[in-house]
């Protein structure tokens, strides 16, 4: 990356919390990804021929599907490359030192839950500091479209000072739509969701507010998230 276009990606980032880096990983190492994943989800015995195969898994909450799929996928070796890719990226931006997670998590999230809704979420935040010490990248292992399941973001939150109780954010956010700005504590906020084409990153302040969604779609989405540290926090 250029001088300018690393300029550009932190001044989007400082102002949003967030920023999309477009076509940034080969789509052809991907292919290699979803179709180990695809292999693990039928030799568990959970997801096959376009369908959720698994009892135990047809009955499970959504956002439970989530973390237990983390936990019960082998993680293709080749999202292991990505991790010194990624920590180059920030040095590149801020000049220092970053400590990463112990490994990459999977997000999948099977497809045809239910309805898309903005209810009932689970916004969260992953860093309560007062500065930009913690910053996640999402990798799009495949295409991701609008209500299949990419994750949800309340971009500019992470300037917000004060902290809001799951209730509050439920509730004051769920009369909102996709792409609605507003204003919270008169900064404005954008509500948007994290979709593309597999290959695309976005790099995101873990202060930003954010929340799995339902994946109303036909297709399992595919996502990897790496979580990085200024090694001096």
Known sequence: MDKLFLKQIKSELLENGIVKIPKFILKKELILIQSDLMSELKRLN?????????????????FQQVV?????IRKPQLLQKYISVFNGILVGLFDSDFDFDIEPQLLLTLPQQENWTLNDLKWHVDSFSDLLNSLQFFLLIDDVKSHGGGTLILKGSHVLKNRYSLTQLNHFLSTKTLDEVFEIENKKLLLNEIVGSAGDV?????RVLHSPSINASNKIRMMATYRFHKRDY
């Open 46 to 62: 959970i997801y096959a021929n376009n369908k959720i195969v698994s009892k135990d898994f047809k009955k499970m909450a959504p």
């Open 202 to 206: 976005y790099l995101m302040d873990m």
């Open 68 to 72: 237990s799929l983390s936990k019960l």
